[in-house]
């Protein structure tokens, strides 16, 4: 590996940048469910006013993500840690902003 000084500025500045970003956290999950407290503070998403049909508002709240050309609404419990209770993934062309 060339030393820092053999570099040239720009050079050196891309490489410091980048150990600096390949510094990550580490969040373990309790008892390995995934709460909404570790989900919001980590995972892109939006929130949802109701959630999509099957799924029962008085007792879960919903979120969306989209990834790999999919929409994926995860569920959380309102009771408790409120843990995931489901992922339902939906394909674009399913009509899935019906809800």
């Known amino acids: 590996m060339p030393r820092l000084l053999d570099m040239t500025p ?6 410091l940048t980048l150990g600096t970003v390949a510094q990550a956290d580490t969040t373990t999950l309790d008892k390995g469910q ?3 407290e570790i989900f ?14 099957g799924f029962d508002d008085d007792k879960v709240f919903c979120r969306l993500t989209v990834a790999d050309e999919r929409a994926h609404v995860f569920a959380f419990a309102y009771e408790g840690d409120q843990v995931l209770e489901a992922v339902r993934s939906y394909e674009f062309d399913e009509g899935f902003l019906n809800f």
């Open 10 to 15: 720009a050079l050196a500045v891309c490489v």
């Open 34 to 36: 995934m709460t909404y």
């Open 40 to 53: 919001e503070h980590s995972i892109g998403h939006v929130d949802l006013a109701t959630c999509p049909d």
